[in-house]
């Protein structure tokens, strides 16, 4: 039996690891240190963003950026139904209503020619998926955003290193959300996440969004929430973060191996997965 997916580690990165967690313990320092400003600012170079701002899971991601840019009660948010729930469960919960498009068949992602026939006068916000590191076509989805005035929050949730005609996603849109679940393929050790963004404004009120929506200690200005991404993991995702080029590069190789091995097959539609 093939499995699935396999969370084992190689020798070197497990003792890597298991040296910067005796580290944390030592340092007395658990949240929001310098081992999550340091990923910060190394997952920002590597998707190409001016900011990186670490959260407590993907989810949290996406529910910040909608916050942020006041998208709420009664705002439309169009995304698509091929994903996970917690895409659609991230619109619920900032009070906003999520609208389905269609599915490209090409490339499994959102459908841009239906995207503009459902937006009206309460639409917000475009909220893409990268299924399974598949980009969305980001080319038409920005001239369709910049055409009505529209928000464009990437959910790369699945997508970490994925590229859109050479450009790495995380900074095609006005935001976007990564996770860091054990599955993905920059997995941590437990819950985490990561939202990348170009606008100082909306990276600076992010970061207090995390936090409570503090200003300065017990003072909270904002309508914020609980979602911290801990020193821990952190620093167990700056070292997988070294070897993400690598492993992505071997999943692809298995994912074009697989596809050649299948392609005999009739009546086989197959989405070449090239991140997981």
């Not at 309508?223 to 995702?237: P, T, V, Y």
Request: aromatic fraction near 8%.
């Amino acid at each position: 039996m093939i499995p699935l997916i396999d969370l084992s580690l190689e020798t070197k990165v497990a003792k890597e690891i298991e040296k910067e967690i005796i580290n944390v313990v030592n340092s007395k320092w658990y949240t929001l240190g310098p081992r999550v400003e340091d990923f910060e600012t190394k997952f920002a170079k590597f998707v190409d963003t001016k900011f990186a701002i670490g959260v407590n899971s993907g989810t949290d991601a996406l529910r910040l950026i909608l916050r942020a840019w006041g998208i709420g009660k009664g705002d439309k948010v169009l995304t698509v139904p091929l994903t996970s729930p917690f895409t659609v469960i991230s619109i619920i919960e900032e009070g906003a209503i999520p609208v389905f498009c269609d599915v490209d068949e090409k490339t499994f992602t959102i459908d841009t020619l239906d995207v503009e026939k459902k937006i009206d006068k309460s639409t917000k916000a475009i909220m893409p998926v990268h299924i399974y590191g598949n980009p969305s076509r980001m080319d038409e989805i920005s001239k369709i955003a910049k055409k009505y005035n529209l928000v464009v929050v990437e959910d790369a949730c699945q997508a970490h290193g994925a590229r859109f005609d050479g450009k790495m996603i995380g900074g095609l849109g006005d935001a976007a959300a990564f996770s860091f679940y054990p599955t993905k393929n920059l997995g941590a050790f437990g819950d985490g996440g990561i939202v990348t963004t170009n606008d100082s404004k909306v990276a600076k009120k992010i970061k207090l969004l995390r936090h409570g929506g503090q200003t300065k200690r017990f003072w909270h200005e904002l309508r914020g929430i609980n979602s911290r991404l801990d020193e821990i993991q952190a620093a167990i995702l700056n070292i997988k973060l070294k070897y993400l080029v690598k492993n992505n590069n071997i999943r692809s190789k298995l994912a074009k191996n697989y596809k050649k091995k299948l392609s005999m097959a009739k009546r086989l539609s197959l989405l070449l997965i090239l991140l997981a």
